[in-house]
């Protein structure tokens, strides 16, 4: 009876552990990351949000590999995609330098918003070792789960920090006033 109560137990924790720890701090929808909000901002027309949401893109997103996919301001749509570098630790003595890249969408109606991102994939170049040559490797991030899972988890972490800064950061500039800018 003491070894199936520790059976069990010891299951149950493998189970928790592997459907939840990777992405402890990164929220999922159907499996991937996905981050998602409504934001009201009273008083502020579909076309005012949409040129705010267009200029913090802009502002907020300035490297070749970061770019404005769809813009459609009728329907108050733009969707682009961003990239962050970020370290991820290897080892106690060894770290990789990596991008982060995703798909931000803002869908815009008069006096609210909606954001999406999505689509997260992790790449980095990896220099040649003794077996083998160099590499480029792009991956989704749900994918990265197959490496360490403690440093894995310290690099979901920090992919978690940089997105919710982004998050206010494209709240913040949206409920500012343009001359406050």
């Excluded at 996905?34 to 949000?49: C, P």
């Excluded at 999406?116 to 789960?145: C, H, K, R």
Aim: aromatic letters at 14%; glycine letters at 4%; one cysteine or more.
């Amino acid at each position: 009876m003491k070894k199936s109560i520790i059976a069990f137990f010891l299951c149950f924790c493998a189970l928790t552990y592997g459907q939840d720890s990777m992405f402890s701090s990164i929220p999922l929808k159907n499996g991937k990351a996905f981050y998602s909000g409504i934001v009201q901002i009273d008083n502020v027309s579909k076309n005012e949000l949409y040129n705010r949401a267009k200029r913090w893109f802009v502002n907020t997103y300035t490297s070749a590999q970061d770019n404005i996919q769809l813009d459609d301001k009728e329907n108050g749509e733009i969707v682009g995609k961003g990239c962050f570098q970020t370290n991820w630790d290897i080892a106690i003595i060894s770290s990789q330098d990596i991008n982060v890249c995703q798909t931000i969408r803002i869908l815009i109606k008069d006096n609210r918003y909606k954001y999406e991102i999505t689509n997260f994939s992790v790449n980095y170049f990896a220099n040649a070792g003794q077996t083998s040559g160099p590499a480029f490797f792009d991956m989704p991030l749900e994918n990265w789960m197959s490496f360490s899972k403690k440093n894995s988890q310290k690099l979901f972490k920090k992919i978690d920090v940089h997105v919710n800064d982004v998050i206010k950061s494209l709240s913040e500039y949206l409920k500012m006033k343009p001359e406050e800018w």
